[in-house]
């Protein structure tokens, strides 16, 4: 399995922008998921090997924006208009659904807290 390391969070303002960035990531399907405390894992976005028609859950629909680098084998996760119900940790993993992950290892995952 591969590994992956995530980085580029930190404390932003409302309103502010973070770029998370998922080292590791080969040319297949990147997730990036959340859990806030008290809070389940959840999807925020997901992009296929062809980069088409990423994926947005509702919530971050308009702000966020996901990508990849195949030559840096690295997918990132462009955070705008962060609102403080974003904060959470942030992971990336191989998939974009949960069910498919119950054996995944999952990283330290990179803290994202938004506060005045």
């Known amino acids: 399995q591969e590994q992956l390391m995530e980085s580029g969070g930190g404390l932003v303002q409302p309103g502010g922008s973070l770029r998370l960035s998922c080292a590791g990531a080969?040319?297949?399907?990147i997730g990036w998921f959340r859990r806030a405390p008290g809070k389940e894992r959840e999807v925020v976005s997901c992009?296929?090997?062809?980069?088409?028609?990423?994926f947005y859950a509702d919530s971050v629909k308009g702000r966020f924006t996901i990508s990849r680098d195949n030559a840096k084998n690295t997918v990132y996760l462009q955070m705008d208009s962060l609102i403080p119900e974003d904060s959470a940790t942030y992971y990336c993993?191989?998939?974009?659904?949960?069910?498919?992950?119950?054996?995944?290892?999952w990283g330290q995952g990179t803290q994202v807290t938004v506060s005045s």
């Open positions: 993993a191989t998939s974009c659904f949960l069910n498919f992950l119950s054996h995944f290892s």
């Open positions: 080969d040319v297949g399907t």
């Open positions: 992009i296929s090997p062809g980069n088409s028609r990423p």
